[in-house]
């Protein structure tokens, strides 16, 4: 099956603490997004990359940290300068921006509590 | 003001009504537009995606894109309990990695 896994499905720290969030897919896409979604406020874009090796930031990067060694990965790492980094994470991927299909897929999302 | 404004309900019709949820955006370089479901804790799931305007039906689901009016709509028939959820628009422009969402509509289905 094709798609978008997101480990884990819950997750909790302390505060202070950094924690990755995974996020792969075998849809062979080239672009990758991290997405929070909060209660009310919809979804707001993290960071995305367009191949491996490069990313870019989105409207709320500060406090979270990206990779992108290969083309699958795109793990998030919530760090502890992130002020309110409770929130439900969600990992989207799409195909690249030449194409005519430009549809966006999400991961089944994790929900990071923290303490 | 928001490039994409979405009414966020919740909005509660009976079981078997034509449902109709809406988004209007600002910018018209958008020529991608996509309606997704979102269970609660869950991660949305694509229902339609559409190229720039016109219509485009899938089964019970119809997507509607007016570029003149800047204005999506996302048709429902026959709806069922099952499709309680929230529902979000989406769109992007050509040569930009970046999605805009609405806030999502809550949608109740009554049975």
């Known amino acids: 099956d094709g798609g978008i896994t997101q480990s884990p499905k819950y997750l909790f720290r302390k505060e202070g603490q950094n924690v990755t969030l995974s996020c792969e897919q075998n849809?062979?896409?080239?672009?990758m997004y991290w997405y929070r979604q909060d209660p009310g406020q919809g979804l707001r874009l993290i960071y995305y990359?367009?191949?491996?090796?490069?990313?870019q930031k989105g409207d709320i990067a500060e406090g979270y940290s990206v990779s992108r060694e290969k083309k699958e990965s795109f793990p998030l790492t919530v760090t502890s300068a992130q002020k309110n980094p409770t929130a439900f994470y969600l990992c989207a991927s799409s195909i690249y921006e030449g194409a005519q299909a430009n549809e966006q897929y999400f991961g089944p999302g994790t929900r990071l509590t923290v303490t | 003001q928001k490039e994409v404004e979405q009414d966020p309900g919740p909005l509660s019709v009976p079981e078997g009504a034509i449902v109709s949820l809406n988004c209007t955006y600002s910018n018209s370089a958008f020529q991608y537009f996509m309606w997704y479901r979102q269970y609660s804790r869950k991660g949305p799931e694509l229902l339609m995606y559409?190229?720039?305007?016109g219509n485009k039906e899938d089964g019970r689901f119809t997507a509607q894109v007016d570029k003149s009016s800047k204005y999506i709509s996302l048709f429902i028939r026959d709806s069922q309990p099952s499709d309680s959820a929230t529902y979000l628009c989406a769109m992007k422009a050509s040569g930009t990695y970046k999605y805009i969402f609405g806030t999502g509509t809550r949608l109740k289905v009554l049975a």
């Open positions: 849809l062979n896409h080239d672009a």
């Open positions: 990359s367009q191949i491996v090796n490069d990313f």
């Open positions: 559409t190229y720039s305007s």
